[in-house]
């Protein structure tokens, strides 16, 4: 199983440009009539994406654009996994109900620690809430986060024989774990085709269009609707890299972005 990972930096690509529009609930694609300033048959990746294909459904539109993305995105030779050291489903587990608001620069710093002397269920739940704060004081929500983790910790032990579930079922049932978390431990624990949605993806996925999600369940959603499935393991993995790297919250660098000739986001600066 992975554990440690580093950065890597990207370089921008000639690719196409393509624009469209969102509604309010769903994306839409721009009509003729709505004065498309895009070119037509614009080619990328040895596939032409002409302005007749805008007439697609919004779904095969939608999944060309997203397979588009991610096949750009899979050229930067971005990192395989998060960030996040761990060593097995359960410390993944952990790791990630720590770094929920908090980075995973931060969240690597406590848990070798912490691992170093508890890293299973038992030991942990065993180290109680008192003494396991003493490990993760240093992060935000730490004690939350304790209660969460030893709370998790008894109902693995009690209810799942000491094992980290592979369902999201299931796994929402832990304390502290939300979707996000129960989809990152899926995804890289398990190799699932799961989309968690972390404030990276949300943001990118928004400013790519391929979603025009409110809330981080219907981004969700729709990653899982337009996202083609070669893409569905490495999905979170791209737009996460991406987003910390170059795609960033207030200062895109969008002069080294590989994706900047697709991109119509107002967040734009070149
Ligand atoms: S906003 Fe800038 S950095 Fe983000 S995808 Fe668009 S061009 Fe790239």
Same mark, same amino acid.
């Given at each position: 199983?992975?554990? #440690?990972?580093?950065?890597?930096? &990207?370089?921008?690509?000639?690719?196409?440009?393509?624009?469209? %529009? #969102?509604?309010?609930?769903?994306?839409?694609?721009?009509?003729? &009539?709505?004065?498309?300033?895009?070119?037509? !048959? $614009?080619?990328?990746?040895?596939?032409?994406?002409?302005?007749?294909? $805008?007439?697609?459904?919004?779904?095969? @539109?939608? =999944?060309?654009?997203?397979?588009?993305?991610?096949?750009?995105?899979?050229?930067?030779?971005?990192?395989? =996994?998060?960030?996040?050291?761990? %060593?097995?489903? @359960?410390?993944?587990?952990?790791?990630?109900?720590?770094?929920?608001?908090?980075?995973?620069?931060?969240?690597? *710093?406590?848990?070798?620690?912490?691992?170093?002397?508890?890293?299973?269920?038992?030991?942990?739940?065993?180290?109680?809430?008192?003494?396991?704060?003493? @490990?993760?004081?240093?992060?935000?929500?730490?004690?939350?986060?304790?209660?969460?983790?030893?709370?998790?910790? *008894?109902?693995?032990?009690? $209810?799942?024989?000491?094992?980290?579930?592979?369902?999201?079922?299931?796994?929402?049932?832990?304390?502290?774990?939300?979707?996000?978390?129960?989809?990152?431990?899926?995804?890289?624990?398990?190799?699932?085709?799961?989309?968690?949605?972390?404030?990276?993806?949300?943001?990118?996925?928004?400013?790519?269009?391929?979603? !025009?999600? &409110?809330?981080?369940?219907?981004?969700?959603?729709?990653?899982?609707? @337009?996202?083609?499935? &070669?893409?569905?393991? %490495?999905?979170?993995?791209?737009?996460?890299?991406?987003?910390?790297?170059?795609?960033?919250?207030? *200062?895109?660098?969008?002069?080294?972005?590989?994706?900047? *000739?697709?991109?119509?986001? #107002?967040?734009?600066?070149?």
């Amino acid at each position: 199983m992975p554990s #440690k990972q580093k950065n890597a930096a &990207k370089n921008a690509k000639p690719v196409k440009k393509i624009t469209y %529009e #969102k509604s309010t609930d769903k994306i839409k694609l721009r009509t003729d &009539k709505q004065k498309i300033t895009t070119q037509p !048959n $614009r080619k990328t990746n040895n596939k032409v994406v002409s302005d007749s294909d $805008r007439n697609l459904k919004d779904t095969a @539109y939608l =999944t060309q654009r997203a397979d588009q993305i991610f096949e750009i995105l899979s050229k930067d030779e971005l990192p395989e =996994t998060i960030a996040l050291e761990y %060593e097995d489903h @359960y410390t993944l587990l952990v790791s990630t109900i720590l770094s929920a608001q908090s980075t995973d620069v931060q969240v690597n *710093k406590i848990t070798p620690a912490l691992f170093a002397v508890a890293s299973t269920p038992q030991q942990i739940a065993e180290l109680g809430v008192d003494q396991l704060i003493e @490990y993760i004081k240093s992060i935000g929500l730490f004690r939350s986060k304790a209660k969460n983790i030893i709370a998790t910790s *008894k109902m693995l032990i009690e $209810r799942f024989n000491s094992t980290v579930p592979n369902n999201i079922d299931d796994l929402l049932q832990l304390p502290g774990v939300g979707r996000k978390t129960a989809n990152v431990v899926l995804n890289f624990g398990f190799r699932k085709p799961t989309f968690p949605v972390d404030t990276h993806v949300f943001r990118l996925a928004n400013r790519l269009e391929i979603s !025009n999600g &409110k809330t981080p369940d219907q981004v969700e959603q729709d990653l899982e609707k @337009y996202v083609p499935e &070669k893409w569905a393991l %490495e999905a979170h993995n791209f737009l996460v890299w991406h987003g910390r790297n170059v795609c960033k919250a207030r *200062k895109p660098e969008c002069t080294k972005c590989s994706l900047s *000739k697709i991109c119509n986001s #107002k967040d734009k600066v070149i």
